[in-house]
């Protein structure tokens, strides 16, 4: 676990752009089983999550489509949500930084953190926008 104070601005990063933060199991399935669109941000405190994730995913905030749902769960500090997220991302394993983008419950596109480390947040945006555009 990470001390509060440490994630606090690392969570505020997509929280102050209407992400709604999941820290229980049956918060995650609420989140899911919404109908429409959900992006799911497994937020870290991992480099790559600083430098491109958290930036990419609020960049592609700006399409003109997005999703109705923007929730995010944080590895390594909300373990329990963190894994109840991760096994509606089957069959893709557990990585972080990760994002998902459901459709009625449904996985319809993932980014795994091999997709994002290395890539700059506009490459990171540019897909899930292109995600956004075909999905929502």
């Known amino acids: 676990m990470y001390p509060p104070e440490l994630v606090k601005p690392m969570r505020e990063d997509l929280t102050n752009v209407g992400f709604e933060e999941l820290y229980t199991t049956e918060a ?3 989140a899911l089983a919404k109908e429409g669109t959900t992006l799911v941000v497994v937020n870290s405190v991992c480099g790559c999550a600083a430098a491109n994730a958290r930036p990419g995913a609020r960049m592609s905030l700006q399409n003109t489509k997005r999703p109705d749902n923007l929730v995010t769960v944080f590895a390594g500090v909300d373990k329990e949500a963190t ?4 096994e509606h991302m089957v069959p893709f394993p557990p990585s972080s930084p990760s994002m998902a983008l459901f ?5 319809v596109h993932m980014l795994e953190r091999h997709h994002i480390e290395g890539r700059p947040a506009e490459l ?4 899930l926008m292109d995600a956004y555009n075909e999905h929502c």
């Open 28 to 30: 995650v399935e609420n």
């Open 83 to 86: 894994d109840k997220a991760r």
């Open 103 to 107: 459709k009625n419950g449904e996985l």
């Open 124 to 127: 990171i945006a540019e897909n």
